[in-house]
């Protein structure tokens, strides 16, 4: 039986971070989507008449007042997890996404949480080029992971501005969409993406986007890992999240 789904005009941000199973003694289970839960929840997406896809197009779509059928799939920080997971999953489903990278740790590991003991592997550049050749989108998310709202204006600046040209060289394409690392988001840091030339930003105020919102200061849908499938159901197709701004 096709399930229904209370779509409205919004764009709904969904935010996910490692598509794996978490390792024995993380701190932060939560971060970690496994790949047979991943593959569920695209199903159930496509079940509800909705389709996956990168910030460019939902965003897009949300300026002409029809994103309603379309979740911005988006990863934070830029596992290695994700190319080696997440993309054929996204692919079986004819899905895209925007993956938020953090651009002095390409080929690196997650150093901003070396202190939880935990380290995971980010993308190299290769892996980088290979999740942008099947069609999936790459968006900033600094060079470093810091708390935004510590840093002098000089630095905040060279954070945003310089991981944006990185990946642009690195990749050959256009890199507008900006993630706040932690979500720190102030005027200061709001103006220092302006300046750097993004087009969006995320926040992790929770919500569904409307064409109304600053897109420089988007609300996003945490996915976490550990929630069944019926909580992701109700963010997908009600306006549950909305309610919960």
Same mark, same amino acid.
């Given at each position: 039986m096709a399930a229904k789904a209370m779509h409205g005009n919004g764009l709904r941000i969904f935010t996910y971070h490692s598509i794996d199973h978490?390792?024995?003694?993380?701190?932060?289970?939560?971060?970690?989507?496994?790949?047979?839960?991943f593959d569920?929840?695209?199903?159930?997406?496509?079940?509800?008449g909705m389709r996956g896809v990168s910030m460019s197009e939902g965003y897009r779509a949300l300026r002409e007042g029809n994103a309603g059928k379309l979740v911005a799939i988006t990863l934070d920080d830029g596992y290695q997890d994700n190319v080696l997971h997440a993309a054929p999953i996204l692919s079986r489903y004819g899905f895209s996404a925007t993956c938020y990278v953090v651009s002095n740790t390409i080929g690196g590991d997650n150093a901003w949480d070396a202190?939880? +003991? /935990?380290?995971? #592997?980010?993308?190299? =550049?290769?892996?980088?080029? !290979?999740?942008?050749?099947?069609?999936?989108?790459?968006?900033?998310?600094t060079c470093t992971h810091p708390h935004l709202d510590r840093l002098d204006p000089a630095t905040l600046a060279a954070e945003m501005r310089e991981s944006r040209q990185r990946?642009?060289?690195?990749?050959?394409?256009?890199?507008?969409?900006?993630?706040?690392?932690?979500?720190?988001?102030?005027? +200061? /840091?709001?103006? #220092?993406?302006?300046? =750097?030339?993004?087009?969006? !930003?995320?926040t992790t105020r929770k919500g569904i986007a409307q064409t109304s919102d600053d897109p420089l200061q988007l609300p996003r849908i945490s996915i976490n890992g550990g929630r069944g499938i019926a909580k992701f159901v109700l963010y997908a197709g009600t306006a549950y999240a909305e309610m919960r701004r």
């Amino acid at each position: 039986m096709a399930a229904k789904a209370m779509h409205g005009n919004g764009l709904r941000i969904f935010t996910y971070h490692s598509i794996d199973h978490p390792p024995v003694g993380t701190p932060l289970p939560k971060l970690h989507v496994s790949p047979e839960m991943f593959d569920r929840q695209c199903r159930w997406l496509t079940r509800l008449g909705m389709r996956g896809v990168s910030m460019s197009e939902g965003y897009r779509a949300l300026r002409e007042g029809n994103a309603g059928k379309l979740v911005a799939i988006t990863l934070d920080d830029g596992y290695q997890d994700n190319v080696l997971h997440a993309a054929p999953i996204l692919s079986r489903y004819g899905f895209s996404a925007t993956c938020y990278v953090v651009s002095n740790t390409i080929g690196g590991d997650n150093a901003w949480d070396a202190a939880l +003991g /935990v380290p995971r #592997a980010m993308m190299t =550049a290769d892996e980088l080029h !290979a999740w942008q050749q099947q069609g999936f989108e790459i968006g900033s998310h600094t060079c470093t992971h810091p708390h935004l709202d510590r840093l002098d204006p000089a630095t905040l600046a060279a954070e945003m501005r310089e991981s944006r040209q990185r990946l642009q060289t690195l990749t050959g394409a256009a890199v507008e969409h900006f993630w706040y690392p932690y979500g720190d988001h102030t005027a +200061g /840091v709001g103006g #220092a993406a302006r300046q =750097a030339g993004y087009v969006t !930003a995320t926040t992790t105020r929770k919500g569904i986007a409307q064409t109304s919102d600053d897109p420089l200061q988007l609300p996003r849908i945490s996915i976490n890992g550990g929630r069944g499938i019926a909580k992701f159901v109700l963010y997908a197709g009600t306006a549950y999240a909305e309610m919960r701004r």
